[in-house]
């Protein structure tokens, strides 16, 4: 039905496609693939026409494409799970503890010259081993972070999600509890859940007032998880000690944002996935899934729509 061999046209920049050139240079193709930046929406598809059959994209999020609006049109998608869990737990926990050990402001300290001398309390922060930690979407990436986790001597892990998933949990003996209770007992929440309309904005002022004042909170999943300007109240109030975000919104983070002068919030830009074997396989699984999906075949990872 599909021929063997296919014509490429290509964005060829790191840079994201502008938007019109999207519009117009999707029209008529048969398949696309898009990274996490390109928002793939009703305008986009209507652009694109009845060729399209699939689309890939660059990311194990899903969250930038008009998902109903694709199942309705019988379109195929391929996305890039597994092979970006390892990286993207690393960094989970490489920004936990840069956060919660403030690494950038030590660092910071020392350039700066507000290194004087060894002082008992100075740049003291807190510590993993005994502590219960709270994982927000006990996926691929939630368990990879508790397996990770786990030998700094954590003596507790909870997780909540849609439902309780035992099979997963029983290699952490992590207790599934509802939201408020992981927020009130756990001195490190992790956020690694997808974003949907069930978890947008689900990190909010309700949410961070049930944390403990000494709690860290990382987010590695999506920005609109997370209700920033409550975020942002929580960490200068004192109402939480600190927080490590890979992701923001938007992204990127402006310059001038408040977020950037608070000394208890590590930001990093979008760099979960980012080591090159990681994004070297993403790609590779990414046109292989466009391919499969040209030819009418079973992909490598179809996202069940
Ligand atoms: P998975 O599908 O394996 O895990 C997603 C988890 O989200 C599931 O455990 C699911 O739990 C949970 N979830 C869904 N709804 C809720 C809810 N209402 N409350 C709590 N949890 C919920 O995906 P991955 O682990 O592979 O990836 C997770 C996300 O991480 C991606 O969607 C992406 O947005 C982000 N990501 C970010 C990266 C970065 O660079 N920072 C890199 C890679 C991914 P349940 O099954 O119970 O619904
Ligand atoms: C994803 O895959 O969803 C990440 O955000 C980038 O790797």
């Given at each position: 039905?599909?021929?063997c061999s296919c ?13 019109s ?25 209507d652009a ?13 999020g899903?969250?930038h494409?008009?998902?109903?609006e694709?199942?309705k ?5 391929g996305?890039?799970p597994?092979?970006?869990?390892d ?5 989970s926990?490489?920004?936990l503890?840069?956060?919660?050990r403030?690494?950038?402001?030590a660092v ?5 010259g ?16 005994g502590s ?6 006990l996926?691929?990436?939630g ?10 001597g ?6 909540t999600?849609?439902?309780p998933k ?8 992590a207790?599934?509890?509802p939201?408020?209770?992981?927020a009130e007992?756990?001195?490190?929440v992790?956020?690694?859940?997808s ?25 590695t999943?999506?920005?609109?998880v997370?209700?920033?300007e ?10 939480i000690v600190a927080a490590?975000?890979?992701?923001t919104t ?16 590590v ?5 979960g ?10 790609s590779?699984?990414?046109?292989n899934?466009?391919l499969a ?7 490598p990872?179809e996202?069940?729509?």
């Amino acid at each position: 039905m599909y021929p063997c061999s296919c014509s490429i046209q290509q964005w060829d920049s790191d840079e994201p496609i502008p938007r019109s050139e999207l519009l117009a240079g999707v029209a008529g193709k048969h398949g696309l693939l898009c990274l996490l930046s390109d928002r793939i929406d009703k305008e986009v598809l209507d652009a694109a026409g009845s060729n399209l059959k699939v689309i890939s994209t660059l990311s194990v999020g899903v969250d930038h494409l008009a998902l109903e609006e694709i199942k309705k049109r019988g379109i195929r998608v391929g996305y890039t799970p597994d092979i970006l869990t390892d990286a993207t737990a690393e960094l989970s926990v490489a920004l936990l503890l840069a956060t919660c050990r403030r690494l950038p402001e030590a660092v910071e300290e020392v350039k700066n010259g507000g290194w004087t001398t060894w002082k008992p309390l100075w740049m003291c922060g807190y510590g993993l081993s005994g502590s219960t930690v709270g994982i927000i979407g006990l996926g691929r990436i939630g368990q990879a972070v508790a397996r990770r986790l786990k030998p700094f001597g954590v003596k507790k892990f909870l997780y909540t999600g849609s439902h309780p998933k035992p099979e997963s949990a029983v290699e952490f003996q992590a207790d599934f509890v509802p939201l408020a209770k992981l927020a009130e007992e756990s001195d490190f929440v992790v956020v690694t859940c997808s974003l949907t309309p069930d978890t947008k904005g689900m990190c909010n002022k309700d949410f961070f007032s049930q944390m403990k004042k000494t709690s860290v909170f990382i987010n590695t999943s999506r920005g609109a998880v997370v209700n920033q300007e409550d975020l942002y109240q929580a960490l200068v109030s004192g109402q939480i000690v600190a927080a490590g975000l890979d992701v923001t919104t938007p992204e990127p983070l402006p310059t001038d944002n408040p977020f950037l002068s608070l000394k208890n919030c590590v930001i990093l830009p979008h760099i979960g996935s980012a080591t090159y074997a990681t994004r070297s396989a993403m790609s590779v699984l990414s046109a292989n899934n466009l391919l499969a999906g040209l030819k009418g075949e079973s992909m490598p990872s179809e996202f069940q729509l």
